[in-house]
């Protein structure tokens, strides 16, 4: 019987042993592989997280966001005089740089503004910080008054830029700037260029600790969208959103704006100095003489958070500028009208240089100060009021001159109200008085039937209202 068991046992092992190998030699069938799901990923720049997906295969985190907003806008019209291109006065119907020289019957006090933001972020960790790829492209639709597109549709890149270890390059925010255009979508005085014809800048910005940094850009002088405007009273042809007047033409850039600024970011608040080297160079096709100079400007600020009250802020800013107008601010102020506001009353001259015709040059200084505040009300309601004072003085213009000095106001208020999440419902209206002083250049004489009398005082107001869905 033992002998029996053992040779059974035996066979059964011997089974085993040959079934085991040929199976062996049989090809495997793997299990399907298992599908690479969606990561949710978190990457903190510049104190604020990036929160996206990463890209298959990669570590870089990805990010898709925007806004689309619909807008209706109108003002007040009415007739004044204007300055035309060839130096002199004729008495015309009032114009702005969005509208052509009409009578107030051709002009429009209501208008449409539609627009698309299509936002992109790629973020990656790396041992000196992230590396961050951000781009934002926007699509325009609008006609009539006040409206983001030309009577019509447009699309463009709003930034465009590359950050890593204190380096930003491309399409960015301007350094020089405090605090951009304000509240409403229309701009107070302040130098914006963040908001708005973001320049092209190679920068480096050391951060020492404690929220304080310092940051040395160049940036590019030419105004996004800006081009020839032989219409009217001012030649944006190139600089720094401001051109020049009379018979001069820009000349060819040599070096970039010089920008350096000093910033603190704290829990009480910001604060930032800043300082611009601004190189002049234009030409008279009048006397042939030319100009290359240095202008220059400083812009300083403050912002205040409100312990007592939760969302609460409260800014202070201010610049002043020497041949370097569009760094004063009040070339963004409202709509860029420079004080003809909705074509009401006469423009302020505004340049950086302006030829006499008989060989020299007259330059301008510019300042601003602003001043506002924001209230969160509740979860669902903030309220802001805002409030710009500037002024533009000429030096060294001829006995026959047609510049003038000028100053001019902007106080306003904007209303938000936000039901749920992602949507706001904004409501606006700003207020502008300016007035310019008489040159001695002036003659009151004009085309048949127009009032020439010289409007030294301008007003108006712009009202909007905004419905904006954000993702």
Known sequence: MTLFKSLLLGSAAGLVAVSAAQAADLPTRKGPVAAEYVRVCSITVAGVPVVGFVLPGSDTCFKLSGYITGQIEGGNLKTSNAVNYNGTFLAVPGRTSRQSIGGTFNRDSFGWTTRYNLTVDAVSNTAYGPLVAHGEYQFNFGQGFDTTAAQGSDGGLNRAYV?????????????????????????????????????????????????????????????????????????????????????????????????????????????????????????????????????????????????????????????????????????????????????????????????????????????????????????????????????VSWTGQSANSLLSNSKSFIIGGVAHYDPVKNLDFEFELLYQSTKTVQPSGYVASGAPGFTNAWQNNANGFAARFEVTRSF
């Not at 908001?195 to 190679?202: A, I, K, S, T």
């Not at 007047?245 to 800043?274: C, F, K, M, N, Y």
């Not at 312990?307 to 409260?314: A, Y």
């Open 163 to 391: 950050t890593w270890a204190g380096l930003t390059a491309g399409k960015a925010n301007s350094f020089f700037s405090f605090t951009g255009g304000g509240l409403a979508w229309a701009n107070f005085f302040s130098p914006d260029r963040q908001g708005f014809n973001q320049p092209d800048v190679l920068a480096y910005t050391a951060s020492f600790g404690g929220g304080f940094a310092a940051t040395i850009s160049l940036e590019s002088k030419q105004a996004a969208n800006l081009g020839s405007n032989s219409a009217g009273p001012i030649i944006t042809s190139g600089g720094s959103n401001a051109g020049f007047l009379g018979s001069a033409t820009q000349g060819g850039e040599r070096i970039p704006d010089i920008v350096g600024s000093l910033s603190v970011h704290q829990a009480w608040g910001s604060a930032q100095i800043s300082g611009v080297a601004h190189n002049v160079r234009a030409s008279s096709n009048f006397d042939n003489t030319s100009i290359d100079t240095w202008g220059y400007a400083i812009d300083a600020g403050v912002l205040f958070n409100i312990p007592s009250l939760p969302g609460t802020q409260v800014g202070l800013t201010g610049a002043y500028s020497r041949k370097a107008t569009w760094y004063s601010g009040i070339p963004d102020g409202m709509w860029g009208e420079n004080g003809q506001v909705n074509g009401n009353g006469q423009g302020m001259a505004i340049a950086d240089a302006f030829s006499n015709g008989n060989g020299t040059w007259a330059t301008p200084t510019a300042w601003s100060v602003t001043g506002w505040a924001q209230f969160t009300v509740n979860p669902t309601v903030t309220l802001g009021l805002e409030g710009s004072y500037g002024q």
